[in-house]
Each structure stands twice: as C-alpha cells, then as structure tokens.
C-alpha cells in the first residue's frame, strides 16, 4: 500500500447534518442518505458487500469506475471517502449504524425486484458468442488485481487482517469499559454496595471470554470454520487447565490471552484446510473437525500458551517500562508520529498490544497518549480557521468536522482539511507531540493511567479512563493533555502552517455567491486518500 497521498481533488461542501422537520422520521432521514449514495457507487449490482465500522460505510464493488466520487463527496451526510481493499464513505459515529441497514436493504430490494435481462435476439454478437463463466471471472479478477496493486504489500495486508479481527469488538470493549469505570468509581465512593457485584460480572464477563471471540473471527478472517477456531481458544480460558504442567510449570487460565487464542486459531485453520485435502469426504464431518481441535489443542496447551503468556508478560513491562523511566520522550514520539502511523496503515499493529494491556491490567497507558495525536488535529484545524478568513468554503468545513473531532473522529478534519494543505498536517503532529509528552511525564512521575477500552479518543475517552491516582487526577492530566495538543497545535500551525504565498492563495472564497466578489483559487477539499488506511 503506497503512502503517498494525493493531491488535493476538489472541495466538499460543508458537512452539516440533514434537517428534520419531524421527530419521527429519523428513518426516513437515514433511507434517504442510503438512497442518495447506492446510485453514487455504481447501483445495486456494483456492491458486492456491506459492512460498517464505527464511522465508515465499508462496500466491497464489482467496478470501482462506476463510482462518481465528486457527487459522493458532496453529500452532506458524508464527510469523507477511504478507498483502501474496501471502498469506505464516511458518515460518523452513530449515523453509520443508522444508514447501514437501510442502504442493505435498499440493495436487497433491488435485487429481488429486478426483472430478469431479456435473451438477446438471433445474430446478436452477445448470442453468437456468449461470455463463459471463466472469461468473467477473468475480467473481475483483473479488475479487482488492478485496484488492489498498489495497496497490497504482504505487511500491511497482515495487519488489516488482524484489525479485522479486532475491530469488530470494539463495541463491547468499549461497553465493558465504560461499566467497568462506573463500577471502579461505585467502589472508592462506597455507593451502592449491593450493585457493585452485578456491574462486576456485567463488565468481566466478555473480557473472561475475549479469547473465544478472538479465535472465532481469527479462524474466520483466514477462511477457517470460525466455530472450530473458537473452541480452540476456548481452551485457554477453561479452568482446568490450571492442572497441566507445560515447560516446567503450571499453567494458569487465560495465560497467553488474546495473542494465545489469535496463535491457536491460525494453527486450527492450517490443520482444518490440511485435513480437508487427505480426509476423504465421506469421513470429513467426523475426521478434521476432531483432528483440528486435538491437533490445535494440544500444541495450544503444551507449547502456545506459555510463549504467548511470556509475550504477553513482555509486553506490558516494556509498556510499563518506557512510561515509567522515559515517559515525556516517550509520550512526545508516540503522540508525534500516531498521525503518520494511521496514513502508513501502521496503527493496526497496537490494537492487539492495547488488548493485551487491558487484559494484565484493565486498561491500556498507551491510548491517553496517542490520543494527544486528535487534539494537535483539532488545535491545527482552529488556526487553518483562523488564519483563512475568506475561505468560505473550507472555513464551513472545518465547522462541521470540529464536533467530531472533539470526540476523536479524526478523518474529516485529516481528509479534509490538514493532510490536503501539507503543512497544517505537520503542524498538527507537532501539537500531538506536545500533548503526548505531558501525559506521558505523569506516568514518569508515577500517575500511572490508561484507558478500559479501545476505539475512541478526544472527550469520548474520559469514561474510560482508570489509574493508580484516583478519578480527579487522572481525569486533570488527560484534560490537560488535550488542553495542551489543542494549545500547541494551534500555535503551531498559526504561526508556521501557511507559507507567504499559501495566505494569498487559500484566503479567498473559492466559491462566491451573489454580492461577492469574483472568483479566487479553488480551497483544498479532502485529499483523496484512496491509498489511506482506516482509522476504525
């Protein structure tokens, strides 16, 4: 996947939220964004699959030219679009779950109420030679090879991978994680001392079984029965294995975690596909299932567990490690380099480390920090608003992408507004850099915190935050943070975002109405990042 992005292409029109004048036709609201983009991506026939993360609109197309990404673009609903192995529309946290079924079922609607194509009439040149089957799926592996080229580098297609198998769980994480905080502050104020057992159980419970889902979707990802890589990683969990000795020790339940049950799984997959090949068929249904758990299992109990378990150890003593003896430069290069990481793809390798750490621990010190990365963003963003007065335009953009920024939602603001000026965006890092080394001296000085889950950042993170200090401190240092990327990604960018002939360029309205005056250079919309990995 290449990491150049592209030239700026043209401008969106401000992201404002469509207008209801009843209270009760959210649906209608939401029918009527899926209906405006299903024509905008090629109709009915070019979507191949839906799927939706926790702002993005994920379709996979037959033929990626169908799409008018202008018209796309200028939706309001939509602030951006990623193409990346999905085409991904960006509607927002909360929107994206509402359009989604109804764009489903919109393409469901059309295809059972398509009339069949008419036979082609004697002596045309489709009957004298009809496409075969092979020649099809030819042509669509030739355009899906094409499109993909330039993204699929074997590292990067790995990681995807892996986030594909994390992302899907963010919702409970972040459910857990927030019930889990409210439990944890129950408990210091000694309130209600009758629910604190229940919200224990609500909020532990998918944390206990996180290795079952793990190995399900990792044994789904890699085209694997899912059931048999989750009953793999079920083993991991299961109490008794606190009996079996392995490398000279007892074993303990949920040793190895999240990344035992992502190498137990892979392991069942290879078993599964190698006995589809050598089992006959009629003894397939009794043989590989048996063989794959057994086979898995056993490598799982007396090898996998315990060097995932030392993996798992490994990591969070580094973590702890390099916030306790180096936290200020620590902090400064992970809340300074985040941004690039997400554009390079490379943000996917954490989410398996921030799970790890909330398994040991209960929350992961690494998200406060890279969350600094959002605030340089939105700090930036304000002085692009700022020091481009005229600018209709993009000034209208920056106002509808700010809310979302705030709560962590960075591709609007990215997309459209930093990434496609240039500097704004190394600006930006700068503020992240800032933000993140202040976090990361308190952990230094051993006000140690995390967050209970992964997924959002900006304000949408202070429910989920937890640390040695108490709910207050940890709550004013991570204020701080923001307030601190806000402040020197501003500064940053007022001051050193804009060359000389960048002010005389971008500070004219690109788009004037009646009364104004003539036309000015066009304002940078969001750059294309068709080489741009997903943030969520």
Known sequence: MSTEPKEPTEP??????TRSTDKNNGTDKNRATAAAILPLVGGPDNVTSIAHCMTRLRLSLRDRSLVQDTDLRALPAVLGVVEDDTYQIVLGPGAVARVTPEFEA???EAHS???PAPAPAPGHPVAAHPVTADELAAQGAALKQAQKARNATPFKLMLRRIANIFVPLIPALIGCGIIAGLNGLLTNLGWLPAVVPALTAIASGFMSLIAVFVGYNTAKEFGGTPILGGAVAAII??????KITAFGTELKPGQGGVLGALAAALLAVYVEKHCRRLVPET????VTPTLTVLISGLVTLFGLMFLAGEASAAIGAFADRLLSTGGAFAGLVLGGLFLPLVMLGLHQALIPIHTTLIEQSGHTVLLPILAMAGAGQVGAAIAVHCRLPRNVSLRAT????????????GEPLI???SLPLGRPFVTACVGGAAGGAFVGLFNQLGTAFGSTAIGPSG?????LLDGTSGPGVTVAIYAGGLLTGYLVGFAATYFFGFTGRMLTDLNTDPDPGPGRSGPGPASPGPADPAKAPALT
Request: cysteine-free; proline content about 12%.
């Open 459 to 463: 304000w949408a993170l202070f429910p």
């Open 113 to 115: 109420t398509a009339a």
């Open 106 to 108: 919109l393409v469901e």
């Open 237 to 242: 969990v299961f109490p008794g294995v606190a």
């Open 283 to 286: 003894l397939d249904v009794l």
């Open 398 to 409: 920056i106002k509808s992408a700010l809310p979302a920024g705030f709560l962590g939602i």
């Open 415 to 417: 997309y459209g507004v």
């Open 12 to 17: 969106t029109r401000p992201t404002e939220p």
